[in-house]
């Protein structure tokens, strides 16, 4: 099937925020592990698999649509501490959710609603799991204090 231009290269623009989004978390768990915070090397490594299925979602419907898939993910920001890590996932987070927005009404205007319907399913992941999730821990480590919140992880 060809599918629309716009939405094909916008597709391809999402792959490498989620191929980014996968790196990201696959470094930050990896150093999680390393220090031995084993619940957050868990969770981390839980949203690098969901990452993962979302580029392979993206990447099979940019193939339906016709297109080629560029598996150069955008900048990865690794964090040197936890609270920093923690803030550039939730930046990250932030900037998918916006992304996908921006998607979904390209979808809705190209009338290409399965399309609409993969994105919306990956908001509702950014949103409702992966960004609520890192709000919470950064606001656990304001509440209880960054040695208590690191205890707790272990």
Known sequence: MKGQTA???????LLKGELAARD?????????HDWGFTKLYERLNHEMVEE???ANALMQRILFLGGVPDMTPDAVRVGKSVPE??????????????????????????????TR????QQLHDTEEDHAYWLEIQLGLIDR????NYLQSQM
Do not use: N, P
């Open 24 to 32: 990201q978390y696959f470094a930050h768990s990896r150093m999680y």
């Open 117 to 120: 319907g993969i994105l919306e």
């Open 144 to 147: 209880i204090g960054l040695a």
């Open 85 to 114: 890590m923690l803030k550039t996932d939730l930046t990250l987070e932030y900037e998918v959710r916006a992304a996908l927005a921006k998607g979904i009404a390209l979808c809705e205007q190209h009338q290409d609603y399965v």
């Open 7 to 13: 939405v094909i290269d916008y597709l391809k623009s």
């Open 52 to 54: 993962t299925d979302h």
